[in-house]
């Protein structure tokens, strides 16, 4: 029996979105509002989608606690209250929500094993969400 | 990289589920309350689910405000506090909210062509929602 | 111990608002697409907020049964899936939400005497809400 | 036209995660509080998605008030403020929410046959949700 | 400059509603299937509201994070995953929510004195909320 | 018959708590994470109430296309995808949700005056709102 597991994790964040090969006016047209030189910021919702096998003793497909507490010591602790822009992770890359439910995807596939990870799911608010999914999976 | 963007749009409009090719009674006893005669109504949540390579220039799947200067255009401001049976879409049609996905999903993919459009949500209720995605894909 | 009670029930209506002693220019003036002769709709949630003193036996403020029972006989059964405009309450009056409040204040004080009735509250849109409270209260 | 529908209900239960055939301490190192004595509970929300040719006369994929009526005799006045360990289906199996999805799943393909059953999902709290998706399909 | 913080938390629990003092059948004329042998449970939302002078050095009425500290160590932890019939709270007391509030509110009132209680709030669904105020307040 | 109307407004910024006049270690025991020198940032939403009578003529308290054309051109796009240290009402004062409460409030009361402001909401993130209420009120 394959379960999907969906769990959710909070936090708040800045970031700016600005590409320094391109010019001023260049980044005011593509990016808007969001290129504004002092930041923004959200409320990011960070979703995270396993499957498997329910275990036959445990009745689940992974531990919530060992996933809670890979994501909060790893993930959550790190960006919440930051300014994205000066995260190790975007020093050479525009902090997009595309962007980030790509590195979340990468930390957890390399780094948590209970389960196998199929999709990061980062909403930036009530209106938009980015999903970043495993490779020759849906819509591919 | 591919990357799904989701994004919502809200209407209000009232719409009335009759079948002119069937009796009052057939009518009533297919769609209950939803053929009284003089309608009712929800406020409707769009989703619009696009995939696409991220652009290594801007980290950005399409430009937002591009997606949402042609929904609210062409869509949203049609829609918003507005009869539905009255809509040209729905002539010959009775706009169920199967419908209305389905006539969102062709006039996004028709139209606006930066990114894949792989579903169309309508959510009707907090209850209820519809989904018409791109042919030959998931669940088929 | 005096304690509050909040429910929430909800419905699918539409309306439209109309005032028949202003001229076509003067209602679409007030009211933009509010006008619209077809009408336009919503999903409403009405929160009913009683206060008493909690019963030593039971526990409880009242039977949240015999409330439940009562709204859903009297009051949600009647707006749900119908069209206000037609709702023998507007007969000669414009069904606002502001009205709506009113009407269902005056319906459940008159009706439902388990506790006393301190507030109605009715959300329009996720966006939207209007409270009628009992007079001689908050903000007064 | 093959679309999807989503339709939600919800209850109230409670449940405690407990394997009789571990030691007390495993029990406790596997649940943690999950596996208190006396139980706790949630208030859970079921998401059914059904899917299915359009129909040309009614424009729906199956008639809500089917499903609903269904929905609500069999499984949710069954588990609406109840204990799910003292449930039949959870004799012999851990009532952990990855069991439930597949608990429903297994009542609605073999008992309604209107459209066909894709996937179900359970929220246990406004963090956590579960699938129990067709055999062969997404992710697999 | 008064200002009012509301903040919120979440615990899981169980609870059955019986008065020892009522025959079985009273019991369940009373509670219906609330009073059901094996409990049932709920995801309880709490929100305390405190209100105070902005402090001119901090700009805020009280440090959110002693707030939290006090919240989670004293009550949240207690509660969560609990069965509430089970609390030394509800020994003599049938664990209403009206009666949750006011354990709550005396708890809060006694033990943090950072700003002034005024109101504490207890969600037991997304259509029930309970709400105990300062004595001598609001619609008294 | 006098009721209460409140409209919801959404913005998204960035800010960083910090006071000149403390010293580094004081700010960081003050403010914790939300004084890192980058900043971080929210999804906030803005509720104004508003209270009057009901104008006979028209059923409304007040046009909420006003009340939409005067905070989106007053406040929301002055907010929007900002970062508030930089804002001329945040230069002499820290930039907390308590102290936005307050711009707030005073800007829609001196500027609007189709009705009478009864309290401005600000929440932060699902879990935290702040209010400011018109003095000698509610809780005073």
């Known amino acids: 029996m394959n379960v999907h597991l969906n769990r959710r994790y909070r936090f708040s964040a800045s970031h700016r979105l600005h590409n320094p090969e ?3 006016e260049e980044n005011r047209d593509c990016y808007g509002k969001c290129n504004n030189p ?3 910021g959200h409320n990011y919702t960070v979703e995270i989608t396993l499957s498997g096998e329910v275990d036959p003793v ?6 919530l606690a060992d996933l809670d507490g890979f994501m909060q010591s790893k ?4 960006f919440h209250e930051s300014n994205l ?3 190790e992770f975007f020093r ?7 962007a980030l439910c790509r590195r979340i995807f990468d930390q957890v596939e390399h780094n948590f094993s209970d389960a196998k990870l199929e999709r990061v799911r980062v909403e930036e608010t009530s ?3 980015f ?9 591919q």
Chains 1, 2, 3, 4, 5, 6 share one sequence.
């Open 22 to 24: 391109l010019s001023d």
């Open 38 to 40: 002092h930041g923004h």
């Open 58 to 63: 445990t009745g689940m497909v992974c531990n």
């Open 75 to 78: 993930l959550i602790e790190r």
């Open 85 to 87: 822009n000066q995260d």
């Open 92 to 98: 050479n890359q525009i902090p997009t929500t595309e």
């Open 127 to 129: 209106h938009n969400a």
């Open 131 to 139: 999903e970043y999914h495993r490779a020759g999976k849906r819509f």
